[in-house]
Every structure is written in structure tokens, then in C-alpha cells.
């Protein structure tokens, strides 16, 4: 096989890994199997492979493909609202309230995006 074949090989192999679509053949990412794809290199296309391996490899996405876009919107509100906490407390504070972040007191953390 020549080193086109083998690129392709790989590619396809990250791809049917990574599929999270609805018509995937597995609907969990078998860690083992990814780890063992990165170990020979981590393709830059498609571009949403590189992304998704890591997430997978570092933890950060489960291997559930069901849970990928629940975790990832859960993610960005967490990061969305460390964001905005830094206004929230210097703000609470302008306003004479006591203690930092007083003003949040029963209310939603994403009330404020």
C-alpha cells in the first residue's frame, strides 16, 4: 500500500470512528481504538477530527456519541458565565452590596447572559 493509500486508510478510520451522526455504526467511541489511531497521527482533514479526537483522548468529551452535544452545550454555558462572573462581582460591588456575587443569590447563573 502506498503512503496516498495509507493516508486515506487513516482518514476514513478516524472518520468511521468519529461519525455522530444518527446513521454512525456505533453510537460509542471505543477509546482504546482511538488511542491506538493517534498513535500513528491525527489527520488536519476533515477539520472536525483533530478537535474530536483530543476531546475524546483528554476526557473532555464522553464516549457516548449521544452525550457530545449536551456536554459541549453544558461546556460553553460553564465557559460563557466564567466569563461574565469577573462583571457580576465588580458590579455587585459598585452597588454596595456586601459580599461578592450577592446579587446572583437565587437566580440562575446563565440568567445573565
Known amino acids: 500500500m502506498g503512503e496516498r493509500e495509507d ?8 472518520q468511521t470512528l468519529l461519525d455522530g ?21 491525527i489527520p488536519s482533514q ?10 475524546l483522548v483528554l476526557g473532555v468529551l464522553p464516549p457516548e456519541k449521544r452525550a457530545w452535544k449536551r456536554t459541549r452545550r453544558a461546556q ?14 465588580l458590579e455587585s460591588r ?3 452590596h456586601a459580599g461578592a456575587g450577592c446579587c446572583a443569590i437565587g437566580r440562575s447563573p446563565t440568567a445573565f447572559l
Request: proline share 5%; hydrophobic share 40%.
Open 94 to 96: 459598585s452597588r454596595g
Open 46 to 55: 476533515p477539520a472536525f477530527v483533530r478537535p474530536l479526537a483530543y476531546s
Open 76 to 89: 460553553r454555558e460553564k465557559y460563557y458565565v466564567s466569563l461574565h462572573m469577573p462583571e457580576l462581582i
Open 7 to 14: 493516508e486515506r486508510a487513516l482518514n476514513l478510520a478516524f
Open 21 to 41: 451522526t444518527r446513521e454512525a455504526t456505533e453510537q460509542r467511541v471505543e477509546l482504546t481504538a482511538l488511542r491506538k489511531l493517534c498513535s500513528r497521527g
